[in-house]
């Protein structure tokens, strides 16, 4: 329809040779037969820069339209004329004053229409009154349309605000004008209704409505040539039904989207029965209430039909307008359908997928995950769905069998242990996943299952599962065919075609994309267990030989110190090399750790703990390597905080995070505080260092992160990691607060409960 009005549009207004002047003032002053001014809004606000002022366009709109008989006038001063000039009057001239008359009446269609359009065809010529009758038939069907879609409003268009904005501030009254314009087009409705009334009283009543009933029938005429047009391009049908008598009217266009011939009779009755018996109810009860007096008067639905001679099953959208009699009864419901299958079926289908993606995304188990997708398959797009996977070896597995009925599931079942897909077949599910080519069988015809079936009894189990058509789409990703998804439809005596192959296709392209990803995570995992597996086996190999040497190393260092023979420079790499060894020590606990938490065999030892006396030990011990480092170490620690914790993994997390601030914190003062809040006992490390970037204070603690290059700093990045769980197994929790160049706080918080003291 929109496609009808702008074809229209190109000729009958953009391109017309008609003055545009005349053009806008004519359709301005036109809108006042249209009962939403849309029209109206839509010109007039272009009059202002082609000359009209404010006040002038107040004046058009305001006039009233020309009395009955005015036109005789006006016919008598352009008969003086004579014949055509084949020139359009001089603007604004007494004589197109007069033809903008001319031109009212004719829309209007008064009495004396044929002496009035003869009068200005021969003013003008015939190919300006083509263009003229072109243009007046333009903006009839502009008010069809208008007409047809109540809800626009001119408040809620901003290009007509914005155009409408310079005209009104010049003249403030048209904004009363627009305000009040239904109460405007009303009266003069009325108005014009009176007239006749008073024309029938004064003895003209015959003659004034065998007048109104040619006029109204010429009127109607071209009023359904144009909405033919209308209608015709945006392919509606009509109906038209009649409350009081029962009789119901439905278009050619109509019976053919209900699945009816031409010339069928229909009635109230036969509407309801194709009417789905999910909807049926729903769109009945919302006829009833448009065909009562209060409500608005309108009817706007989409439903489902089963066509009456096909059973072929559709959505329709449709729309309607009821009107009532002086006494409040309806007395004709009329409106337009529209088939809009193909509509609710895209929007069907993207809901589908939308709602397999979120399927497919809920689990990283492929098989779980399959079989969920072929039960949303079944019945949306299915009465029957299974899904084969290739297994090693290129064995081809059925992971499910899905049916709308559970005994023709079973029976799937049965079926498919009695005659599996064999390495030789050359159909179905081996010959999608040889070729990576989906198959579509439209219709499954008896001769095509005694084709696929295998021998008699396979024939009967195909017969007995109702196969009616059928869809193999393979599971590929990465060019790797991994299975094929079967759709079958049965019972619901539906068929597939080009469509629903797309819509299995993208069903099948998520779907193999969730499965490669699957195994892609469990490969992962896999590897994952061999490197933790490894990490556990380094570590018990590495940790007898690093002890033996710590002891062997702490050996030679204490015999060089009680003798004098040994050089300061050989005590000197000693020590070095006992710092190394320690080192190595922790990094072999660290590996140790690492498996013990993955593996899930993180044992706590809860014992009664002071916390305040377990930083003054594990500071003590560490303070000479502060001072090696240049390290100040303030303690700022009350008395005793006790409760039941693990006191040897306690003294490794305030050791890490030691460790930790004299690494990065060299020749800087590092303060270990310990309060108590509340429930919380807080341990905090800060130091003066290099700080750590915000983006990096996530990372950190996790496994083998680093927040700077371990060409300046060493370490496996675990010590934070192994800190984390060690807290948390406990109770408690830690974070981090710092920025470069700023130092960091780390602050751990652990549960804590006072204990009950001697009695």
């Known amino acids: 329809m929109l496609e009808n009005l702008w074809q229209q549009t190109l000729q009958a207004y953009v391109d017309s040779p008609l003055p545009v002047l005349f053009r806008e003032k004519l359709f301005a002053y036109l809108s006042r037969y249209c009962e939403v001014p849309y029209c109206l809004v839509c010109h007039s606000c272009a009059l202002r820069p082609l000359g009209m002022k404010g006040a002038e366009v107040l004046e058009l709109l305001e006039a009233l339209p020309p009395a009955h008989g005015a036109i005789d006038e006006t016919l008598a001063r352009m008969e003086t004329l004579g014949e055509a000039t084949g020139t359009w009057p001089e603007p604004g001239s007494a004589l197109e004053e007069d033809l903008f008359r001319c031109c009212v009446f004719l829309f209007v269609q008064q009495t004396q229409v044929e002496r009035c359009r003869e009068r200005v065809r021969r003013l003008l010529g015939p190919v300006l009154y083509a263009h003229l009758t072109l243009f007046l038939a333009y903006v009839k069907s502009c008010q069809l349309w208008v007409d047809a879609h109540p809800e626009l409003s001119y408040e809620e268009d901003p290009r007509a605000r914005e155009h409408l904005g310079p005209l009104l501030r010049e003249e403030p009254r048209l904004g009363t004008f627009f305000a009040t314009y239904g109460e405007r087009v009303r009266g003069e409705r009325e108005q014009r209704e009176r007239q006749l009334l008073e024309a029938a009283e004064a003895g003209h009543r015959a003659e004034m409505l065998s007048e109104t009933l040619r006029r109204q029938t010429h009127a109607l005429r071209e009023s359904e040539t144009h909405l033919r047009l209308a209608l015709d391009s945006a392919a509606l049908g009509t109906w038209d039904l009649d409350p009081v008598a029962g009789v119901l009217r439905w278009d050619a266009r109509c019976k053919a989207l209900f699945g009816l011939p031409a010339e069928a009779e229909v009635d109230y009755a036969t ?316 990094l072999v606990d660290e590996l140790l750790d690492v498996s013990r938490i993955t593996s899930g065999r993180l044992v706590l030892h809860l014992e009664e703990v002071d916390l305040a006396e377990l930083v003054r030990e594990v500071v003590e011990r560490i303070r000479p390597e502060a001072e090696r480092v240049g390290c100040e170490l303030r303690l700022q620690v009350p008395g005793p905080v006790v409760s039941r914790w693990d006191r040897l993994r306690l003294e490794q997390v305030l050791s890490n995070l030691l460790s930790n601030a004299l690494k990065y914190g060299a020749g800087y003062p590092v303060e270990v505080a310990l309060r108590v809040s509340g429930t919380q006992v807080l341990l905090q490390v800060r130091d003066e260092g290099i700080g750590i970037d915000p983006a990096l204070q996530e990372r950190i603690f996790e496994r083998f992160e680093r927040a700077v290059s371990d060409r300046h700093y060493g370490g496996l990045g675990m010590g934070l990691w192994i800190t984390r769980e060690i807290v948390t197994a406990l109770g408690g929790s830690i974070h981090v607060e710092s920025a470069p160049g700023k130092g960091a706080t780390f602050t751990v918080a652990l549960p804590w409960r006072e204990m009950p003291g001697p009695r």
């Not at 029965?273 to 309108?298: M, N």
């Not at 895209?346 to 990283?364: G, I, V």
């Not at 009894?457 to 193999?472: A, D, N, P, T, V």
């Not at 068929?495 to 995570?521: C, H, I, M």
């Open 271 to 586: 509407f309801a029965s194709v009417i789905h018996p999910e909807d049926r109810l729903r769109v009945d009860d919302k006829v009833q209430q448009v065909l009562v007096l209060g409500g608005r008067g309108e009817f706007r639905d989409e439903f489902r039909i089963r066509r009456i001679l096909d059973g072929v099953e559709r959505w329709i959208a449709s729309r309607g307008r009821a009107f009532f009699d002086a006494r409040g009864q309806a007395v004709r419901l009329i409106g337009t359908v529209m088939d809009i299958t193909d509509r609710r079926r895209l929007e069907d289908n993207l809901r589908f997928l939308a709602q397999a993606s979120e399927t497919l995304a809920a689990s990283l188990d492929y098989e779980d995950t399959l079989r969920r997708v072929a039960t949303l398959s079944v019945p949306v797009l299915a009465d029957w769905c299974s899904v084969d996977m290739v297994e090693e070896q290129g064995r081809l597995r059925r992971l499910i069998t899905v049916h709308r009925e559970p005994e023709k599931a079973r029976l799937g079942d049965e079926m498919h242990q009695r005659y599996p897909h064999g390495r030789e077949e050359e159909s179905g599910p081996r010959q999608v996943l040889r070729t990576g080519v989906p198959v579509l069988v439209e219709e499954l015809t008896d001769e095509a299952l005694a084709y696929y079936a295998k021998d008699a009894e396979h024939l009967r189990y195909l017969r007995e599962l109702g196969l009616r058509s059928l869809l193999i789409v393979p599971l590929r990703s990465r060019e790797r065919v991994l299975g094929s998804l079967t759709l079958v439809r049965a019972e619901s005596g539906l068929r597939y075609g080009q469509e629903e192959l797309r819509l299995a296709e993208e069903l099948a392209r998520r779907a193999a994309l969730a499965v490669d990803n699957a195994l892609l995570y469990r490969e992962a995992q896999k590897a994952i267990e061999l490197r933790e597996g490894f990490l556990q086996v380094a570590a018990h190999e590495l940790r007898t030989p690093v002890t033996s040497l710590k002891l062997n190393a702490q050996v030679l260092l204490n015999c060089a110190r009680r003798e004098a023979a040994w050089s300061e420079r050989l005590v000197s790499h000693l020590t070095g090399m006992d710092r190394g060894v320690s080192r190595l020590g922790v």
